[in-house]
């Protein structure tokens, strides 16, 4: 069963919000939420993480629900460089601290002129 | 700031070679990790090393053999290459404690002919 679930694909123009939301019906308490994006030919960038609330920094928002069973990613006025897949994890700290992050299909996003 | 760097950058092989790749970082993390990506598809892990001689496997690692040499370094050893088969391999390290994100390295093509 897959611990994240994404849109498959999404479409913007340039300057436009864009928010990639992520579904973890199955979040256990101890597990942290992890956005990451790739670019061709790029291994992928960490964006933001969180555990539950909201989250800000330089590059983008994180919102994650009460019961912290979805998060959404927005991203403010995307630009074309901002075309990649972005990938929604979760994860357990645990003692072995960000050993196991496992990435799902995630969502490519594509931005028009 | 720090860098993690692959090489090679392209591999081709033939079928049933064993070849290695090899990953340097120098952020003095104490977690490496080696992933698997397909075109078109999320990262699967392979092995990762929690500190120096550490191995562990992951989900992927049948086929494959690791080696962490020293805190710096982390290889990988395909070892008999499938023919036709073609992926990038992708290096990352973290400080291995919470609120740490993971780094990547930009990858290493493979090629079996």
């Known amino acids: 069963l897959a611990k994240t679930t994404q849109p498959p694909s999404m479409e913007a123009y340039e300057g436009q919000e864009v928010n990639v939301s992520c579904s973890h019906t199955n979040i256990a308490t101890s597990e942290y939420i992890y956005w990451y994006r790739q670019v061709p030919h790029q291994g992928p960038q960490f964006i933001i993480q969180?555990?539950?609330d909201y989250v800000v920094n330089e590059v983008a928002s994180l919102f994650i629900s009460a019961d912290r069973k979805l998060s959404t990613l927005s991203l403010p006025w995307v630009s074309l460089r901002d075309a990649a897949v972005y990938y929604c994890?979760?994860?357990?700290?645990?003692?072995?601290?960000?050993?196991?992050?496992?990435f799902g299909g995630g969502t490519r996003l594509t931005v028009r002129p | 700031g720090g860098i993690i760097t692959q090489t090679p950058k392209f591999l081709i092989g033939q079928e049933g070679q064993k070849l290695t790749l090899k990953c340097q970082q120098n952020f003095n993390h104490d977690t490496m990790y080696w992933y698997r990506q397909d075109s078109g598809k999320g990262l699967r892990l392979i092995y990762y090393?929690?500190?120096?001689?550490?191995?562990q496997k992951g989900d992927l690692s049948e086929g494959y053999d690791a080696s962490r040499e020293k805190k710096s370094s982390f290889s990988l050893t395909v070892t008999s290459a499938q023919k036709n088969e073609m992926a990038v391999f992708l290096c990352a390290s973290s400080t291995g404690t919470a609120n740490s994100d993971y780094t990547f390295g930009s990858g290493t093509r493979l090629l079996v002919i």
């Open positions: 969180g555990y539950k």
């Open positions: 994890i979760v994860t357990d700290r645990g003692n072995n601290a960000g050993a196991k992050l496992t």
């Open positions: 090393s929690i500190t120096e001689n550490d191995l």
